[in-house]
């Protein structure tokens, strides 16, 4: 399969600092703005020519984004942009979603004096880009980057419920999740289609927490992710 070259726009002038999470954003958006065919050779020097960049931080950012599935490593072969998520695959991950972050809410409410204010913040930031995303999408600007913002405003409303468990262990279990997540986005890029859903969603298990109702809660993520599970797809069967 022939290499190709990577369409990142204007040139990039990235500062040193946060260096890697900046190479790390930026690939991210090649791939998932389905710049790249699945199955297309990434050549580590090609990248880190195109960023203004030695290899080292490329490198870096290619093992990162091999846990999120988003490219695989071949030894003696380098790495490929994966094939994209399978249906059976997109139906485990909802699966261990609401078994999880079901299981986590529940834990969270008991301490939802604390979860509570957090839980706020995240909706006000999630309603003012949902806004962001209704006028770009209707002038037609709707970009890579935006979509990007917003999927990290909406996962953030989920880690937060995570960390509010003080449980280490589900903690990491976020960070795992959230990379499947990026993953399965790969197939919904065409746009945010259910950000308004999504909100009213994510209002009502906050009106569990601030009712203090464990179960509710648990019922109401449970339920908002199955819904995620429908839009996702009929997301994915209409491209």
């Known amino acids: 399969m022939s290499e190709t070259t990577y369409p990142l726009g204007e040139t990039v002038v990235i500062e040193r600092k946060g260096l890697r999470d900046r190479v790390y954003d930026l690939v991210l958006d090649m791939l998932v703005g389905q710049a790249v065919e699945p199955g297309t050779r990434l050549s580590i020097d090609a990248i880190a020519r195109d960023l203004k960049v030695s290899p080292t931080p ?16 071949e030894p003696l072969k380098g790495y490929r942009v994966a094939p994209q998520i399978t249906d059976s695959q997109l139906e485990s991950l909802f699966d261990t979603r609401i078994v999880l972050e079901g299981g986590a809410t529940a834990l969270a409410a008991r301490h939802s004096d ?27 600007t709707l970009s890579v980057a935006l979509l990007r913002d917003y999927f990290t405003v909406d996962w953030n409303f989920h880690h937060l419920i995570f960390e509010g468990t003080n449980n280490p262990f589900l903690i990491d279990m976020s ?37 203090g109702q464990p179960e509710e809660a ?18 994915a069967h209409s491209h």
């Open 114 to 140: 604390v979860l509570v204010p957090r839980l706020e913040a995240a909706l006000v930031q999630h309603r003012a880009i949902t806004e962001q995303v209704r006028s770009a999408a209707a002038a037609g």
């Open 58 to 73: 490329v490198r870096e950012a290619l093992v990162q984004l091999e846990r999120t599935g988003l490219v695989t490593r």
């Open 218 to 235: 648990a019922a109401a993520m449970r339920d908002h992710i199955e819904k995620v599970r429908s839009r996702s797809r009929s997301d």
């Open 175 to 211: 960070e795992v999740i959230s990379t499947r997540v990026h993953r399965m986005r790969q197939t919904v890029l065409s746009g945010v289609t259910d950000a308004e859903d999504a909100v009213v969603e994510h209002t009502r298990i906050l009106d569990a927490f601030r009712q």
